[in-house]
Structures are given as structure tokens and as C-alpha cells.
């Protein structure tokens, strides 16, 4: 496993491939008042592509996010993940799927208090168990790139939304992973810091060659997107 | 522990006010320890400093009142003697006695009637200043007894009976039971006092027959059959730390400051629980996205679990060090006071692994955080 190609044993054929969703379904709830979240859902999202999801509320559209994240199982089809059927893994393993080969960008961030700019990436990368060199990548050197590096000291309450956001971004994207899941990352921004974070969406997305997905309510940045899926009730429509 | 530490950091104040509370705590349980090993010095260092294993007391008598109570005679010496196991069996009595000095003042004696010859006599060796026993009115005494400005050559007289001893030696260290002083007599001039005979008067005389207890040592590798030695010479036999009991006050004493330092452990160890408690709950959201990250329970308790050990050593080793120093003002002054490392060791030891304990409790939390609670909105 090295620099951002997603190879992974035995499974040549979907190599090309960041995330592959295959008839999944999803339903939540107990008993007899259970919610189709995911309805028969197939999805292909290649690397280096920017795959913006909009809808409703309720659509399932963090369903998808959770599923695809491998934070939960469907109930129904398969997952794959650079290739990796999700499916056949227990909690831990995808615990370290998700570590090594999965990054998350939060609505509003969801940076650690306690940990400067470089820390939270720094910290992402103790986590996966990688270091600077390997797989993973330069934290400053991404910091910059996202237009950070001169806040590379400072922690979360000391930083803007936008910042913050920008933050989230570098911190997912520095364990080189195969598959980034993004959701709402302008719920909180004003229109210029909404463009200017999908705008960075997309060039990290082209730039590393990963799968992104990103989850909205804001029509005016999927001009930024290569791709726009729409969901309703579940189901994609579009 | 990459979060950890610089949590600690960040949440200095917080985390420094818990410290502050389990070092006060440290502090406190140092004080108790000193006091503690300090009144059993007091209580029973004659009794430990002799080289017996076991007393023999008489059938029937009270383990805590033993010591005041028990009369045993020759022929229960002379059963004991003729036992397996037994390398030394000798008389031994035991009385609190007030006396005065030259001057007029109070001198409170435990004394301990001892055969010159016998194994409980104390050693050569055991001697600090002047000689052993030997003379009958002859004395030696705990060396806390110079700090009543008595020495050797001087004379005290046993209140109500008049019997005049005089101190031919001082031992060294102290040798204290029921914080009296000891005083090592000859067994008869222990049993003409015990009898209460004056000087000059006729003692009955079985008195030279008796003592307290019969004094056991046991031959090196062997194994005291006390239920055989027990029914032969009808005595009730007490291992030496259990007679501890059988000093005035002991068992209620250690029982009070045993209780209190259960007390303080116990306060201590939910304080820290409540803490990490607290702060666990605090950090839901962030310990699911660090969860959402792919971060396994077991890094997240590892995390938790070194930095509550790094806040709990830390505020034990400062705590007891600060006690350390008081105790240190303390040990120049009256109090029965004394520091020893093995029961602070362990006094740190139950501090840090109980907050741990504490700690532990809390941490579980860590396992039942959802990562799907880090996505969407909710904060
Ligand atoms: N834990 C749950 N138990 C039962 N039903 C759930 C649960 N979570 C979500 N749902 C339901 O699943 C459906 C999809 O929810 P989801 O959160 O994926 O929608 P969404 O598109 O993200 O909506 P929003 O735009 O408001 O965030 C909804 O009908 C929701 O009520
Ligand atoms: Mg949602």
C-alpha cells in the first residue's frame, strides 16, 4: 500500500474504482415503524472525481454517507470501498478501513478542541498508525495547500468557519485515502467561503486522484462538481 | 496518549484542580500513615522488639485484655517447654506501674519481668548505655525514658508499694507498650511488685511461681502445634503481632485510623470516577468523530486510561512529598509520629490504582459512543 493507488489483494477488476455501491438497501428503525433509508441504491464513484449528492430532507442522503463510510452495514447489497467489500468485515476492521483507506469532512468541521491545525492532521495520521513518508502526507506541506499554513498553530475556537473547514479538509485528505466523505461543508459558511471550500473540494479531489462524495443543500456550488446525483425517498433520481 | 497529553494541556486548570484534590488527599493519607505507624510504635515496639513468636497466656483470658489479665504459673512453663518445635519457652510478666523520680516527677513503666538469664532478656548488644540485667532492683529501660532527663544511676520509686529500682541500663531505640515506657525487671522482683506485697513484707508464695505469659520462640523451620501445646498446658497461645491487640488502646486506635484512610481512599477513587465521569460525557462528540476517523476502542482507552495515570502519579508523588515534609516538622515534636517507606509505598500504590479503578469505570463510556453521531449536524 503505497502513495494514493488503491490496491488491494484479489481484487484486481475494481481497482479503478473508489467506491462502488451495489443495490444497497438500508432500512432503520424497530419493528413495525421501519424507514427504507437506502432504496435498491447502485453507485459508482471513480477516483478523482467530485460527486456532489442533493435532496430533501430526509432523502437519506447521510444514510448513503454512513453506509459508504462504513460506520454502518446495509441491510441488503454490497459495499466496496477501493475495492474492499465492506460487508464481509466486522467493526474493527472497519474501524481500520476506515483509518487507512476512508477520510471524513464534518459539517462545521468537527475538529478536536484541544489540538492546533497541525495537530488535528498530525493526529489523524497517529491514528491510522502512519507516518510522514509513507503513506501519508506532509502535514504542513497540506495545511499549505489548503491555504492554512500561516494558522498551523492555532486550535479550533481560535479559527473561522471557513478555516475551520479548510482544516477538516486537509485533515481528511492526509492519510492518502482512497475515499473522501463530505457532509454539509457549507451548512455554516457565508456564499464566498461555501465556493471557495468546494472549489477546494474539487482540486484536492483531481490533485490526489480520490473519490470524493459530497452530501448538500446548496445548489449554487455544484457548479464546482463533475457529477450531481439526486435523491429522494432513498432512491437516486437522477 | 497523542490526545492525551495535549488535552492535559488544554484542560490544564481542569485537570489540575482534580490533581489538586487527590494530592490534598495524598497529603492527608501521608499524615495518617505517620500517625499511625507512629501509635503502633508507641502501642507495641517493646512487644515487637522481643524474640518471641507466641504468647501463652492462661486458658480463657481475652485476647484484649490479656496482657492485664492473665496469671500463668511454672507448670504451664514446664508443659510448653516439652513441646515439638519449641526452641525457648521463659515466664514473662507484664504491668503498668506508676512510679516517681528523684524529683518528685511522674514516670509511667510498663514493666516486663524477665529471668536474667532467659532468652527475653534484652541482649548485650541491645544496650546503649550502662549494663544488662542482673541486680535484683536493677532496671533497664526504653532509651525514651532520657527524655524524662533520667539516666543510668538514677532511682525510681513505685507509687503506693514504695519498691525503690534503680536504672542500670537504657536500651537502644525505643521499646514502648501502651505508650508507656518499658522497663526490663527480674521476674521476682517483677512478682513481689505484681503481688503487691511491700517492701519488707511477707509474699506468698505461689507470687514465685507466676507471670503473665509463658514466652514462645520456635526452633528454626518448625512449626508451633499450639492446639497440642494449648491442651497440655491449658493456656490460650496468641501469635506475637495478634498479642499487638493486648496493649491498651492498640486495636481501637488502628482501627480509627484504618478506617479513615479506607475513608480517604474511597473518597479519593470516586472523585477521580466522577471526573473522568464528567469528562468523558464532555468529549461524546469528539470521541465520535475521532471514532467516525477509525480510531478502535482499544486506542481511545489506552488514551483515556494514561492520561488519568499520568494526572494520578503525578499529584500522589507531589501530595506525599509535601507530606513527607510536614511529617518531617512532626517527627521533632511529642506526636507519635513516624514515616516508614513500606506503608507509604503502599499508600501511593492504593491512591494510583484505585483512581485508576475510578477512571476505569468511566472510560466504558468510550465503548457505547456511536461514530454515526459525527455526521450531520448535531452541535
Ligand atoms: N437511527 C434512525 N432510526 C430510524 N430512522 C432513521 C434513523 N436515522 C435516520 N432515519 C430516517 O431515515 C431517513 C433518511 O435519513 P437521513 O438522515 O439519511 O436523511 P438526510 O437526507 O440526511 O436528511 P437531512 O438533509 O435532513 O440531513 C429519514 O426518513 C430518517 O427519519
Ligand atoms: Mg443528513
Known amino acids: ?238 | 496518549m497523542f490526545l492525551a497529553w495535549r488535552e492535559l494541556w488544554f484542560a490544564r486548570s481542569r485537570f489540575g484542580l482534580m490533581g489538586a484534590v487527590v494530592g490534598l488527599v495524598a497529603v492527608l493519607v501521608v499524615m495518617l500513615s505517620g500517625l499511625s505507624s507512629g501509635l503502633v510504635n508507641d502501642g507495641v515496639s517493646g512487644l515487637k522488639k522481643l524474640p518471641v513468636t507466641a504468647f501463652a497466656f492462661d486458658d480463657g483470658t481475652a485476647v484484649d485484655s490479656a496482657f492485664s489479665r492473665s496469671t500463668v504459673d511454672r507448670d504451664q512453663l514446664a508443659a510448653w517447654s516439652a513441646q515439638d518445635g519449641v526452641a525457648e519457652a521463659a515466664l514473662f510478666g507484664n504491668q503498668l506501674v506508676n512510679a516517681e523520680g528523684a524529683n518528685g516527677e511522674a514516670v509511667d513503666l510498663a514493666l516486663f519481668g524477665v529471668e536474667p538469664d532467659s532468652f527475653l532478656a534484652p541482649a548485650p548488644d541491645a544496650v546503649a548505655d550502662g549494663e544488662g540485667l542482673g541486680d535484683a532492683t536493677g532496671i533497664v529501660v526504653s532509651d525514651t525514658v532520657t527524655e524524662l532527663g533520667l539516666g543510668v544511676g538514677d532511682t525510681v520509686t513505685i507509687e503506693r508499694l514504695g519498691t525503690e529500682l534503680t536504672i542500670v541500663g537504657v536500651l537502644d531505640g525505643q521499646h514502648t507498650f501502651g505508650h508507656v515506657d518499658v522497663a526490663y525487671v527480674p521476674l521476682e522482683t517483677w512478682q513481689e511488685i505484681h503481688s503487691g506485697a511491700l517492701p519488707g513484707t511477707e509474699v506468698r508464695p505461689e507470687a514465685y511461681d507466676e507471670a503473665t505469659a509463658v514466652a514462645l520462640s520456635v526452633a528454626d523451620g518448625a512449626e508451633l502445634d499450639t492446639a497440642a501445646g494449648d491442651s497440655d498446658a491449658a493456656t490460650m497461645t496468641v501469635p506475637l503481632d495478634e498479642s499487638f491487640d493486648g496493649s491498651p488502646g492498640y486495636a481501637a486506635e488502628t482501627l480509627t485510623l484504618n478506617l479513615i484512610q479506607l475513608f480517604l481512599y474511597a473518597i479519593s477513587a470516586l472523585v477521580v470516577g466522577a471526573f473522568f465521569t464528567v469528562w468523558t460525557i464532555q468529549r461524546k462528540h469528539e470521541i465520535a468523530v475521532a471514532r467516525a476517523m477509525g480510531a478502535s476502542t482499544g486506542y481511545l482507552v489506552r488514551d483515556a486510561l494514561g492520561q488519568a495515570a499520568v494526572v494520578l502519579v503525578v499529584s500522589t508523588v507531589v501530595g506525599m512529598a509535601v507530606g513527607v515534609g510536614f511529617g518531617a516538622l512532626m517527627t521533632s515534636t511529642p506526636m507519635p509520629f513516624a514515616l516508614e517507606a513500606g506503608p507509604l509505598a503502599v499508600a501511593a500504590a492504593l491512591l494510583v490504582g484505585l483512581g485508576l479503578l475510578g477512571a476505569a469505570a468511566s472510560v466504558g463510556r468510550i465503548a457505547h459512543v456511536d461514530p454515526l453521531t459525527a455526521l450531520g449536524g448535531q452541535r
Open chain 1, 1 to 238: 500500500m503505497t502513495g494514493t493507488t488503491q490496491q488491494a489483494p484479489g481484487t484486481t477488476p475494481t481497482t479503478t474504482v473508489g467506491l462502488e455501491l451495489d443495490d444497497v438497501t438500508l432500512t432503520l428503525g424497530d419493528g413495525d415503524s421501519t424507514v427504507t433509508a437506502l432504496d435498491h441504491v447502485s453507485l459508482t464513484v471513480p477516483p478523482g472525481q467530485l460527486l456532489a449528492v442533493v435532496g430533501p430532507s430526509g432523502a437519506g442522503k447521510s444514510s448513503l454517507l454512513a453506509v459508504a463510510g462504513a460506520l454502518g452495514l446495509p441491510t441488503a447489497g454490497v459495499v466496496r470501498v477501493a475495492g474492499v467489500d465492506v460487508s464481509a468485515l466486522n467493526a474493527a476492521r472497519r474501524a481500520d478501513l476506515r483509518r487507512r483507506r476512508i477520510g471524513f469532512v464534518f459539517q462545521s468541521g468537527n475538529l478536536l478542541p484541544a489540538l492546533t491545525a497541525v495537530d488535528q492532521l498530525r493526529f489523524a495520521l497517529h491514528v491510522a498508525g502512519e507516518r510522514v513518508g509513507r503513506d501519508g502526507r506532509d502535514p504542513r506541506t497540506l495545511l499549505g495547500q489548503v491555504g492554512m499554513a500561516h494558522k498551523a498553530d492555532r486550535r479550533p475556537h481560535e479559527l473561522s468557519g471557513g478555516e475551520r473547514q479548510r482544516v477538516g479538509i486537509a485533515r481528511a485528505l492526509v492519510t492518502a485515502p482512497a475515499l473522501l466523505l463530505v457532509d454539509e461543508p457549507t451548512a455554516a459558511l457565508d456564499r464566498a467561503r461555501s465556493h471557495e471550500v468546494v472549489q477546494l473540494l474539487a482540486t484536492e479531489t483531481h490533485e490526489y486522484g480520490v473519490a470524493t462524495v459530497m452530501v448538500t443543500h446548496d445548489h449554487d456550488v455544484l457548479e464546482h462538481c463533475d457529477r450531481v446525483v439526486e435523491m429522494e425517498d432513498g432512491r437516486l433520481t437522477a
